[in-house]
């Protein structure tokens, strides 16, 4: 059974913080991992993607992958009210087959 | 650029009707796939079409089905409609061909929310 697990939350952060949210996933053999973010009544919308182990960087956002741990975390730095949002990790594991975890809401405070 | 259209956007169908649903993917993307997301189990794989050949299929019965065309153009279809296949019913489309282009993500359309009766 394929799992992809994330924090449901609501994860609340102020204003300009550092949000981090988490994904653990069952299958070592996965080898591509993307988040999406989620407006509410809207569809996933492609944030980032990361294949190899380390930290990358994409403005505000750093994806981070750690293979061995089987864990791929999105960290959003000056969180913004319009970052509130529910975030779903996907991870690949077959080629073009993809899990998603059930998405973390995050909530940003003015 | 166009990105990824479905129509119809909400459809409310009886038990036991069949619908179908269609996607037209972004221009010169050849992979579609289709996700059905509710509350309950989040987004769930349901399968991908790449040149009018399904290559992945998920862990769906076989009342789901769908096709490509060879314009790329996807069509779903669930037939016997139960109360428990109300949902948002999600196409996404990717460059990603047979070798390469692996680092590309989905573009999702806006969902058909279907409601069943």
């Known amino acids: 059974q394929k799992e992809v697990e994330q924090n449901s939350g609501p994860l609340s952060v102020p204003e300009g913080a550092i949000a981090s949210l988490n994904c653990t996933y069952s299958?070592?053999?996965?080898?591509?991992f993307f988040w999406y973010r989620q407006y509410s009544g809207k569809s996933p919308e492609l944030i980032m993607s990361?294949?190899?182990?380390g930290d990358k960087e994409d403005g505000r956002f750093t994806a981070q992958l750690n293979k061995a741990s089987q864990y791929v975390s999105l960290l959003i730095r000056d969180s913004q009210p319009s970052d509130s949002a529910t975030y779903l990790c996907?991870?690949?594991?077959?080629?073009?087959?993809?899990?998603f975890g059930s998405g973390t809401k995050l909530n940003v405070k003015p | 650029k166009a990105g990824v259209t479905q129509t119809p956007r909400y459809l409310i169908k009886t038990r036991g009707q069949q619908v179908t649903l269609s996607c037209s993917p972004i221009s010169g993307h050849r992979s579609v796939s289709w996700y059905q997301q509710t509350p309950g189990q989040g987004l769930q794989f349901l399968f991908e079409y790449f040149s009018e050949t399904q290559r992945n299929k998920g862990n769906f019965p076989g009342r789901f089905s769908g096709r490509q065309f060879s314009n790329s153009r996807s069509e779903m279809n669930v037939s016997t409609l139960e109360l428990g296949d109300s949902a948002l019913y999600l196409c996404?489309?990717?460059?990603?061909?047979?070798?390469?282009?692996?680092?590309?993500?989905?573009?999702f359309g806006s969902g058909t929310r279907l409601t069943v009766v």
């Open positions: 996404a489309s990717s460059p990603r061909g047979l070798l390469g282009q692996e680092r590309y993500g989905y573009t």
């Open positions: 996907a991870v690949e594991y077959n080629f073009n087959k993809f899990y």
């Open positions: 299958d070592r053999g996965s080898q591509s």
């Open positions: 990361i294949y190899s182990n």
